[in-house]
T-cell receptor
Framework: DTAVSQTPKYLVTQMGNDKSIKCEQN?????MYWYKQDSKKFLKIMFS???????INETVPNRFSPKSPDKAHLNLHINSLELGDSAVYFC????????????FGSGTQLSVL | GENVEQHPSTLSVQEGDSAVIKCTYS??????FPWYKQELGKGPQLIID?????GEKKDQRIAVTLNKTAKHFSLHITETQPEDSAVYFC???????????FGKGTRLHILP
């Protein structure tokens, strides 16, 4: 009965590969996000979707492509992985946007070798 | 855009003492200020938040103060306990549909 669940928890891959991270929330929230946390713990928003519609798209390489099949799911696909993509990626959701409490998943530790 | 500065980056406090973490923000339109706690291997979790129409809010051992004129807000933890050891993030948001901007975090160590 986890509120925001993301898989996998760990992802180790070679440079140049393509990988996906999946996220699902069972809270009935309208807005979902992807955040990136670097090795210094800095949390930076990448994307947000509201009811399957892209709302925020920060300056993220277009190798990163989010997809929201429905408002309960927001997946992140990364093409041609680079060393600098190594980080922890967090999915989050909120009722309706930046004014509301964020519920975070437990994170996906991506290591690009 | 909004910029949130957080200090200190690391804080060590004797168990039972108080801890204070301070943040400043740049956008005077910001009106929502949450604080998140991140334990090792977990995602951040909201512990307290304050909106701009309030100057102070308290929840048991945790309190947050907001000074809109000076554009700064602080987290106060009293009677610290070992389970308070974590990374704490302040954040600010300018309006209902805007994104939340996080500070760079404070690693809090509670010393036995």
């Amino acid at each position: 009965d986890t509120a925001v669940s993301q898989t996998p928890k760990y992802l180790v891959t070679q440079m140049g590969n393509d990988k996906s991270i999946k996220c699902e929330q069972n809270l009935g929230h309208d807005t979902m996000y992807w955040y990136k946390q670097d090795s210094k713990k800095f949390l930076k928003i990448m994307f947000s979707y509201n009811n399957k519609e892209l709302i925020i798209n920060e300056t993220v390489p277009n190798r990163f492509s989010p997809k929201s099949p429905d408002k309960a799911h927001l997946n992140l696909h990364i093409n041609s992985l680079e060393l600098g993509d190594s980080a922890v990626y967090f999915c989050a959701s909120s009722q309706s946007g930046g004014w509301e409490k964020l519920f975070f998943g437990s994170g996906t530790q991506l290591s690009v070798l | 855009g909004e910029n949130v500065e957080q200090h200190p980056s690391t804080l060590s406090v004797q168990e039972g003492d108080s801890a204070v973490i301070k943040c400043t923000y740049s956008d005077s339109a910001s009106n929502y200020f949450p604080w998140y706690k991140q334990e090792l291997g977990k995602g951040p979790q909201l512990i307290i938040d304050i909106r701009s129409n309030v100057g102070e809010k308290k929840d048991q051992r945790i309190a947050v103060t907001l000074n809109k004129t000076a554009k700064h807000f602080s987290l106060h933890i009293t009677e610290t306990q070992p389970e308070d050891s974590a990374v704490y993030f302040c954040a600010a948001s300018a309006n209902r549909d805007d994104k939340i901007i996080f500070g760079k975090g404070t690693r809090l160590h509670i010393l036995p």
